[in-house]
């Protein structure tokens, strides 16, 4: 496994939760790593993704309340969910890519109740 999620479960509206990563580090060292979700019926949309550097940028639906972070010791990237919504229930995806290639990892189920 190249990209292990962890992480989702069910929290209600305004709750949070945290969702790790871990990577290999052929995937993880020197490039970009980020998060998509999906919900039922939609596509797949990136919500945040991370430079190796430490750049990062969010969709306009999660800024101010969802935060992207990396730990380059450990090979993994998180995403810290904050006053989560209804909206937010989907399938999260971690990925890692670069001009050459894009790694998906095999997701994880949010469910935020009203």
């Known amino acids: 496994v190249q990209l292990q999620a962890s992480g989702g479960g069910v929290v209600q509206a305004g709750g949070s939760l945290r969702l790790s990563c871990a990577a290999s580090g052929n995937i993880f060292s020197g490039n970009i790593m980020g998060w998509y979700r999906q919900a039922p019926g939609k596509q797949r949309d990136r919500v945040a993704s991370i430079t190796s550097g430490g750049s990062t940028n969010y969709a306009d639906s999660v800024k101010g309340r969802f935060t992207i972070s990396r730990d380059n010791a450990k090979n993994t990237v998180y995403l810290q969910m904050n006053s989560l919504e209804p909206e937010d229930t989907a399938i999260y995806y971690c990925?890692?890519?670069?001009?050459?290639?894009?790694?998906w990892g095999q997701g994880t189920l949010v469910t935020v109740s009203s």
């Open positions: 990925a890692g890519w670069n001009t050459e290639f894009h790694y």
